[in-house]
């Protein structure tokens, strides 16, 4: 039921890049600013990036976000072993009146 | 630092209402700055936003779900509470608090968040 779209996996070595995306709609990502979060089991989900590109303190730049259209893209440079997590995107429905998330996707780094 | 802690029966029959209270710690559920939400999310799916409450008690529900929720604020005990009614298996879930809050354009983010509590709805 998730209401934005990402893929289900996503995978690199260590100091590369990575991308993942987050495809919504008209009233959500096409209207409103994108939000991304990791989750790692066990631990509540950490804020990474808002409002399509800023960052929260204490968040490192190798972490960036951005935002076209009705899509948006996390992007993680420089991998490490402890970026190995499941990353989400969330962003307000002006349809639903609410939020909606993205499915989630399960970054492994070989 | 701003701390949520979810609690609450971890085991809830079918048919009966699930209660679970958020405690906000090293912040206050009286700001008039922020909303406060509950979020959750059945084994194998994706997240699923369940409500959210500001300050004053205003709230707002997924219209999915709004027929069975109830979400309150306890300005004393500083806590904010989920009340879910008639629960089904399919209720099952890991089910988290989190703070809303807005940035200089007035879009609204959720930056802290719960380590989430898990609800089996069985008998």
């Known amino acids: 039921q998730s209401m934005l779209s990402q893929p289900p996996s996503a995978s690199g070595t260590p100091g590369q890049s990575v991308a993942i995306s987050c495809s919504g709609s008209s009233s959500s990502i096409g209207s409103n600013t994108v939000n991304w979060y990791q989750k790692v089991p066990g631990a509540a989900p950490k804020l990474l990036i808002y409002?399509?590109?800023q960052w929260p303190s204490g968040v490192p730049d190798r972490f960036s976000g951005s935002k076209s259209g009705t899509s948006a893209s996390l992007a993680i440079s420089g991998l490490q072993s402890e970026d190995e997590a499941d990353y989400f995107c969330?962003?307000?429905?002006?349809?639903?009146?609410?939020?909606?998330f993205g499915g989630g996707t399960k970054l492994t780094v070989l | 630092q701003l701390q949520l802690q979810e609690s609450g029966p971890g085991l809830v029959k079918p048919s009966e209402a699930l209660s679970l209270t958020c405690t906000v710690s090293g912040g206050s559920v009286s700001s008039s700055t922020y909303y406060w939400g509950w979020i959750r999310q059945p084994p194998g799916k994706g997240l699923e936003w369940i409500g959210s409450?500001?300050?004053?008690?205003?709230?707002y529900y997924n219209p999915s779900l709004k027929s069975r929720v109830t979400i309150s604020v306890d300005t004393s005990k500083n806590q904010f509470s989920l009340k879910l009614s008639s629960v089904a298996a399919a209720d099952t879930a890991v089910y988290y608090c989190a703070r809303t809050t807005m940035d200089l354009s007035y879009y609204y983010y959720m930056d802290v968040w719960g380590k989430g509590t898990t609800v089996t709805v069985s008998s």
């Open positions: 409002s399509n590109d």
């Open positions: 409450i500001d300050y004053s008690g205003y709230t």
């Open positions: 969330a962003a307000w429905d002006d349809s639903l009146n609410g939020w909606v």
